[in-house]
């Protein structure tokens, strides 16, 4: 099943609101695609589970249509780096650990799945492998969100530069308006569409409040569907 893996800057940059927006428009369009949040940390119990409330805007999107434990199978209770939830339960994160629960989760005859990811790139999953390492084991493209404030460009170029050293290929780049009164905010954004040679796949301004529909409107998703729609049809 083909897909795309949604990374970013850091945690709280707009990895889930580039996501939901994205996700709503793909299916807009028809596409029946699998929204998937692997790990999550910072969850309230819910009839007898732990749900995330970013992994919860995806169950929103999809209606009941999918089951919320195949959109986010991994949830822990304290808003910590996941790595250190899952030891104080006695568990280990590891790229194989991911792989395995991914493939229990998927959903049978969806179009593609979009992923979103945890953290940054270099998210710990324990003391040898990061989240970077799950990436370039899997090899689905990447879309990498910018979150613009202060240091964002020192982040955004050392994690391009990451990408590359893995092979690891990027659709393109998203540039999400943190704080509208953020000083020389266009010049950040021009800054990264000059030193990038990923196209700019959407500029979401700050919403608020937030919908996934009004996100969905600033989302050039024509890349994003070519690659879904050409991976299923290889053989």
């Known amino acids: 099943m083909p897909g795309v893996i949604i990374v970013g800057t850091d945690t709280e940059v707009g990895k889930t609101c580039f996501g939901v927006g994205l996700v709503h428009k793909l299916l807009s369009y ?19 589970i732990f749900k995330n409330e970013d992994a919860a805007a995806y169950e929103v999107l ?7 434990e195949n959109i986010n199978p991994l949830c822990y209770q304290p808003a910590i780096s996941p790595h250190l939830a899952a030891a104080e339960l006695g568990e280990r994160l590891s790229v194989e650990r991911l792989l395995t629960v991914m493939k229990t ?6 179009e593609g799945v979009i992923l979103e990811g945890v953290g940054g790139l270099m998210q710990p999953l324990n003391h040898q492998e990061t989240f970077l390492d799950f990436i370039r084991v899997l090899g689905w493209p990447v879309i990498f969100v910018v979150g613009l404030r202060l240091g964002c460009l020192n982040h955004t170029l ?47 301004p700050y919403l608020t409040p937030f919908s996934c529909e009004k996100a969905a409107e600033y989302i050039y998703a024509a890349q994003i569907i070519k690659h879904l729609r050409v991976a299923t049809a290889r053989p």
Do not use: F
């Not at 596409?31 to 692997?38: A, C, F, T, Y």
């Not at 989760?105 to 969806?110: M, N, R, T």
């Open 62 to 68: 999809v209606q009941g249509k999918i089951p919320y």
């Open 30 to 48: 028809g596409l029946d695609v699998q929204p998937l949040k692997l790990i999550a940390a910072g969850g309230q119990e819910v009839n007898g």
């Open 158 to 204: 050392l994690s391009m530069k990451a990408l590359r050293h893995e092979n690891i290929a990027c659709l393109g780049w998203v540039a999400n308006i943190l704080d509208e009164k953020m000083p020389y905010l266009a010049e950040n954004i021009d800054t990264l569409t000059e030193s990038l040679s990923v196209p700019l796949l959407a500029k979401i």
């Open 105 to 110: 989760s998927l959903v049978a005859d969806k």
